[in-house]
């Protein structure tokens, strides 16, 4: 059978995970876990092309990676077949078949990240994994405002960690949001791509503004520094989600 360029979306809780991408240290991970999986349903060595790699502990509900195989498996069964054999807390959400020149990273218009923070004293026990618990009382217009100053193309190096590789730390960012929904707060953040950690510096910071540690206008001045002492703490990984990916 002809080889064919398989797109997947998938769906994944980070908490048991060290990650996206394979490691050489032996952690399991989201890409090693299901590269096992699938080379023993297509009969071939797989290896899986994100359109990013999330940390430890962070979650996807739809995270995008492609593949090739020359599998007689139709397409569309692949999906049924690879969750048939993952741990519970993976899933593939859609197998289909796509361009031979379609790759999860280059061909990506742009990604969204949900960040999901409880902001009441009472966690519920249930939500752990997927929040972060951040009791101090937000201030939503005053977060919303911050959000003016991180649209549009800037120099993230403020939000940017150490270990990242980069060549520039210019990014486009195309929506950032803060809404509430309850006690439940929301951070969506839209773009072209990300630096690493950029997403959780982001969010921590709109939380000391929220808190009253800083005003809204103090935004600029943190973008303006490009130094990550400049912004506020890292917001932890449990609380974020890659929602999808545009292509």
Known sequence: MAERNVKLTI????????????????????????????????????TLRASGRTDTGVHAAGQVANFFTNSPIPTERLAHAINSRLPRNIRIAKSEEVSDDFDSILSAKSKLYRYTVFNHLNL????????????????LPSMQAATETIRGEHDFASFASSGGVRQSTVRHVLRCQVWKKFHWLYFDLEGTGFLYHMVRNIVG??????????????????VAARQRSAAGPMAPPNGLCLQWVKY
């Open 205 to 222: 910071t709109l939380l000391e503004i929220g808190r009253g540690y800083w005003e809204p206008a103090y935004m600029e001045e943190i």
């Open 124 to 139: 519920p026990p249930s939500a752990d994994k997927y929040c972060h618990h951040f009791y101090l009382k937000c201030d």
């Open 11 to 46: 769906a994944y809780d980070g908490s048991g995970y060290h990650g996206w991408q394979r490691q050489a240290d032996g952690f399991a991970t989201v890409q090693q876990t299901l590269e096992e999986v699938m080379q023993r349903i297509v009969n071939q060595p797989v």
